[in-house]
């Protein structure tokens, strides 16, 4: 017997085959579009390192919602109950700091060993992992610099952190037989106006080049940069500029990370996506939601996130773009969060998949501008959320807002006891 989440979706089928649409083909390529949830956002940046101290490197989780996680296995499970809410391929993105050890390992002595959980939880999650290095939060990251320091020493233990790094990204790609993205990412900038720009940027091009020394097989392991604009306490000036990244992917052949937040409040990264494919190879993508600055706030779906979608799609850029998601709201539940803004990627992918591409870029070739902004404008209600409903039931996870009553009883059964 048919649902009524099933008649709509017929209704909608129908509505989107008059346009040449196939709905149930969008469907199946967007079930081959994994989304990298990100761990961080399930305890607020903090990591499971022994003593581990205050965020830093312009980075701050605001809020103080109960019941974040404590420990891996507590983390391991609040991220299984998001999962089952979210339609579709899904990877974890993990940072350094997550590590499970019964004694204190420094970052530049991190080894396989110290992931094994979690190589063995995304295995029977049928998943893959992503990495990076967690070059903040730490003594040696104090003055604002790590692989751009000044002091040979301390340029040497974040080198050797970040080589650890890759190690255990390739682990993680060959144990699991899909490619780790490890993307480095550092916090290195002053607070006010430098008097040598160049010196730091030569010396953050040198430790990267170090780096990347150790060849390592595509099939296991993907290395990524990322740039930003500005951070708290780097406010004058970065190191590891949009520029200089960009540069530096194009010229060693490796991916280019695109973080939503870490450019100018003007800027949108959906228009940087088919720029910088023409230059690398692989994009990395951080979607998070900027308000005002690098907040990483839930992703909506907002203009910028149906843009980021529409730009990979109709560009067939599926095989060459890896989507992350970057953000972590200490304020509201943070199993929702997940849930909210995975999902609203998803969607985003989704509205993407059922625009007639073709169509409107026959119209632009001809010059008829007034057909392709009716179309673009029509598009927007045509009945896409039917074929969402659809997509959720087929997938056996909860259609429409009903997701919520299962966090809100987990909230009650289990957040509840942490304090």
Sequence with gaps: MSTPVEAAYQAAKQSFADIGIN????????????????????????????????LSGGIQATGNYPGKARNARELRQDLETAMALIPGAKRLNLHAIYLESDVPVERDRIEPAHFAGWVAWAR?????????????????????????????????????HCKASRRISAYFGAELGTPSVMNIWVPDGMKDIPADRLSPRRRLLESLDEILKEKIPAAHHIDAVESKLFGIGAESYTVGSN???????????????????????????????????LYV???????????????????LLDDETQAIAGE???????????????????SINRIAAWVI??????????RALLEPSQTLREAE?????????????????????????????ARQVPVGAAWLDVVKQYETTELAKRG
């Excluded at 320091?149 to 233990?157: M, Y």
């Excluded at 190879?281 to 992703?299: F, G």
């Excluded at 803004?341 to 989704?350: D, E, H, I, Y």
């Design 281 to 299: 190879d692989q994009l990395l993508l951080h979607v998070s939601r900027p308000v005002r600055w690098d907040s990483d706030h839930v992703v």
């Design 124 to 160: 029977k999650m049928g998943i893959g992992l992503d990495f990076n290095p967690t070059c903040f939060s730490h003594p040696k990251s104090a003055s604002g610099m790590t692989l751009s320091h000044p002091d040979p020493e301390i340029r040497r233990f974040w080198i050797e």
């Design 23 to 54: 709905t149930d083909a969008a469907l199946d390529h967007l079930d081959s579009i994994a989304v990298s949830m990100h761990c961080w956002q399930g305890d607020d940046v903090a990591g499971f390192e022994a003593g581990a101290g205050t």
């Design 365 to 393: 070739l001809r010059q008829d501008y007034t057909t392709r902004l009716a179309l673009q404008e029509e598009q927007k209600s045509l009945p896409w959320t039917a074929v969402w409903d659809h997509y959720c039931e």
């Design 243 to 277: 520029e200089f990244f960009l540069g530096y992917a194009a010229t060693r052949g490796i991916a280019l990370c695109l973080d939503a937040g870490h450019f100018h409040p003007t800027e949108v990264i959906s228009d940087k996506i088919s720029a910088a494919s």
């Design 341 to 350: 803004g995975t999902r609203n990627m998803k969607k985003a992918l989704l």
């Design 312 to 330: 990979i799609v109709r560009n067939g850029l599926g095989s060459r773009v890896h989507i992350g998601l970057d953000f972590f709201d200490a």
